[in-house]
């Protein structure tokens, strides 16, 4: 069984916007390796966090997602949008990466070099 904490949000730090408010952290292997699979899709506001990586693939998945890699310090190194089902994407320089409901990164105002704080909702 793989479980992974439902109670995170991820906050853009340099404008105080949330950017997703039900996250997921995947800092397993398991957790990883499972990551969005098994997923009809994802609501709005829904996100799920993988650490450490740097590369993921969407085999097997049902929806299209968009991707914020981030570095050691959570800073926004790269952004792509719209990843369909059996892509993949990677960033060598990540260590985090933020999948998020396609769609959203037109909807938030996140800029290359901003900082994403992941919020323990509590």
Known sequence: MVIMKKNYKIINERNNEIVASKVVLANTFWGRLKGLLGRENLEIGEGIVLYPCNA???????????????????????????????????????????????????????????????????
């Open 56 to 122: 993921i693939h969407c085999f097997g998945m049902k929806f299209n997602i968009d991707l914020i890699f981030l570095d050691k310090n959570k800073k926004v190194i790269k952004m792509l949008k719209n990843i369909k089902p059996n892509e993949r994407a990677s960033c060598k320089e990540a260590s985090y990466v933020v999948e998020l409901k396609s769609g959203s990164l037109t909807s938030k105002e996140i800029d290359m070099g901003d900082t994403l704080l992941l919020i323990d909702n509590k």
